[in-house]
């Protein structure tokens, strides 16, 4: 888990910015090349009339094609985990059927105990279903599409990094997701994130009221771009 949860506060304070000002901010820090760090867009918010949602990863992955292998069943143990987490938590589960979205590891069942164990939302490369009862619960799902049947599901594993459309999310990873997609946020930078979309936010204003302004100058607008990006390199 993470070193240094954040507070109360400082989650809230993130969830007042979308995930496109939250990439843009985590730029500043230069941790990571723009192009990672985020799930690509088939990975979709199937409630995107939602806010944003903050939390750590839960991590699970699972089948569910038809097999006739016997095992045991680990959903004890991975609800114990679950439940042992600092929230607010978010599962994230890995489909390991080819292709995934065979069946749905969540649907009404599964997201009110998550809800009642601290997660805020269910983040997955396959499908999740029960999408009115699930909305209800207020209870985020990103997935590629809904599905109808749960058909064999079964855990494989839980507790470990998994990877989601070639992007590995650890557990413990702190997430932010929204209508736009899904974000995993650096911890280096996590507790001074939300200045630093403070920040995005009041270097950009300029170039907005420029191009509002009924005396729209194209030179002036340019002038301004250039010093926002000096500043931001700063």
């Known amino acids: 888990m993470p070193p240094q ?21 985590i730029e500043i820090f230069n941790i990571r090349p723009r192009h990672l760090g985020f799930l690509p867009h088939r990975i979709r918010s199937l409630f995107p009339d939602f806010g944003p949602m903050v939390g750590y990863a ?4 699972t089948r569910a094609a038809f097999s006739t292998e016997k095992a045991d069943d680990p959903t004890p143990d991975y609800l114990r985990y679950v439940a042992a987490q600092p929230g607010p938590k978010i599962a994230v589960g890995q489909d390991l059927d080819d292709p995934p979205g065979l069946g749905a590891q969540f649907g009404e069942v599964n997201a ?5 164990l601290g997660c805020v939302g269910h983040i997955t490369d396959g499908c999740p279903r029960d ?26 594993d839980f507790g470990k990094p998994v990877e989601l459309a070639g992007v590995e999310i650890r557990p413990g990873d702190l997430i932010h997701a929204d209508k736009h997609g899904v974000c995993v ?20 204003r300029p170039l907005l009221e420029i191009c509002r302004s009924d005396d729209f100058d194209l030179e002036e607008y340019i002038r301004r771009r250039s010093e926002m990006k000096v500043k931001i390199r700063e």
Do not use: M, W
Not at 58 to 61: F, K, L, P
Not at 185 to 204: G, H, I
């Open 112 to 116: 009110t105990i998550h809800k009642k």
């Open 185 to 204: 946020v650096p911890l280096e930078c996590a507790a001074k994130l939300a200045d630093a979309c403070a920040e995005v936010e009041r270097l950009e």
């Open 5 to 25: 949860l954040l507070s109360t506060e400082q989650l809230d304070a993130l969830k007042r910015y979308n995930t496109p000002t939250i990439s843009n901010a």
């Open 131 to 156: 999408l009115d009862e699930v909305h209800a619960l207020g209870f985020q799902l990103f997935g590629l599409n809904p599905c109808v049947s749960h058909a064999y599901v079964r855990l494989v």
């Open 58 to 61: 839960v991590t699970s992955r």
